[in-house]
Structures are given as structure tokens and as C-alpha cells.
């Protein structure tokens, strides 16, 4: 942990729970800085702004933050920054799948305030901490494994241009999100495309989507 006060990033967008992790927090680190993000772009504007930041709370399911998309996203943007998901999904394998794609920590949301204060306490010792289900889950297969290591290497725009082709906008209308040229975003799809894998949108955003927390339904609904 940094000397001085630590700053913890905590991205959920549900303000009844970033109220709940935010107590946590500042009972265990009085003097700690707390920033906040309700969804994907702001989380990444927050990381990018406080590179030296302690710890990241993270909730799987922010807009724009679908399954462990984001999870990998910033594990290779910000290797630095521990992160510790917290989520509702409590199955085992959620939680095994969110450790192998290096989160630090799970909680789960329907912890009580002294577990959550120690999990975090554990992460910002340099340690981990993960609920006992965690032994049972099945861990990642090859293709998900095959498919985070792809993501990785998305650019931050890149990423954002793919999250918004999995919400089904056309170029015009990523385009125009981003403040960029038509021309920008072609080139950046000409690049996921590659970096995926990938033949076309429709079959990136198929590829993005063993991310998900529920895979095959994800794909059974395409």
C-alpha cells in the first residue's frame, strides 16, 4: 500500500451499495480517498487519472462493465492496481473465473460489513482473500482463457468501441459517443477484428461474449 492516505476506487452503480462499501472502507481507513464510478467510462477516466491508486472495488455487472470484460481490461491496462470484485453472483464458479482472471479478492454482496473490511484489509496487506465456495469452482476453460488473452490487448478506445458493439450501435452512433470520425471507428474495428480473431461485428461480439457471467445463454440469446 501506498504511504500516506490510500485511495480506493469503488465502481458500482447502485448507490445503496457504493454507500455500504464506502462505510467498510472508511471504518477500516479513516484517512483513505474514495472515488467513485457508476459505470464502465468512468471507472476507466478514474484508473487513468489515479495510476497510483491502492485498491479497486469492482462490481461485474456496471453499464458498459459486462461479466469480466472490464476485469481484464484493466488487469492489463493498470497490472499495478489490485482489484477485488464484489458481486451478487456468489456461485462458486463466478468466484473462480473472477480470480483467474486476476482479481485479487471476491465479495460477495451479501457479506457482512466486518468480512468485507477484511477482505480489503487482506488485499491492501499484498495478500488475497476469497469466499470458501471458491475451492469448488471450476476454473477457466481454454476458450475464455484464449478469448481474455485477446482482450488484453485491446486498446482503452478499442475496448470502449467493442463494449459498444455488444449494445448493438452502428459506427455512426459510436462515432458520434465518442466524439470521433466514422473513419476513426472503422479503423478501430479493422484492429479488434484482428486482435479478436475475428471475421466480422457480429462474430467479435460473440467472442466478447464468453466474458459474460452466463456464456451460453449469452450466445443461445444472439
Given amino acids: ?7 480506493i ?16 472502507v472508511e471504518k477500516l481507513l479513516p484517512q483513505a480517498r474514495l472515488v467513485e464510478s457508476e459505470n464502465a467510462d468512468s471507472l476507466f477516466a478514474s484508473a487513468e487519472a489515479h495510476p497510483e491508486a491502492d485498491l479497486l472495488l469492482l462490481d461485474l455487472n456496471m453499464p458498459g462493465a459486462h461479466g469480466f470484460s ?3 481490461h484493466l488487469r492489463a491496462a493498470q497490472p499495478q492496481l489490485p482489484v477485488i470484485v464484489v458481486s451478487a453472483r456468489e456461485e462458486a464458479g463466478v468466484v473462480r473465473r473472477a480470480l483467474e482472471h486476476g482479481a485479487a ?4 454482496k451479501s457479506s457482512d460489513p466486518a468480512t468485507i473490511r477484511a477482505a480489503i484489509a487482506a488485499v491492501l496487506d499484498g495478500g488475497h482473500w476469497s469466499p ?7 476454473g477457466l476453460a481454454p476458450e475464455e482463457a484464449h478469448i481474455a488473452a ?15 458493439l455488444g ?7 459510436i462515432a458520434h459517443a465518442l466524439g470521433v470520425s466514422e473513419a476513426t471507428v472503422k479503423a478501430h474495428m479493422t484492429a479488434i477484428l ?14 466478447a461474449g464468453r466474458l459474460a457471467l452466463d456464456p451460453d445463454a449469452a450466445i443461445a440469446a444472439d
Fill in 1 to 7: 500500500m501506498n504511504a500516506g492516505a490510500p485511495t
Fill in 167 to 173: 449494445s448493438g450501435l452502428l459506427n455512426k452512433q
Fill in 132 to 138: 470458501p465456495q471458491a475451492e469448488h469452482g471450476e
Fill in 70 to 72: 472490464a476485469l481484464v
Fill in 150 to 164: 485477446r482482450i488484453r490487448e485491446l486498446t482503452p478506445q478499442q475496448f470502449r468501441v467493442l463494449g459498444m
Fill in 9 to 24: 476506487l469503488v465502481a458500482d452503480d447502485h448507490p445503496l451499495f457504493r454507500e455500504a462499501l464506502k462505510g467498510a
Fill in 194 to 207: 484482428r486482435k479478436l480473431g475475428a471475421n466480422n461485428r457480429t462474430q467479435a461480439v460473440l467472442l
Fill in 105 to 108: 479478492g471476491f465479495i460477495p
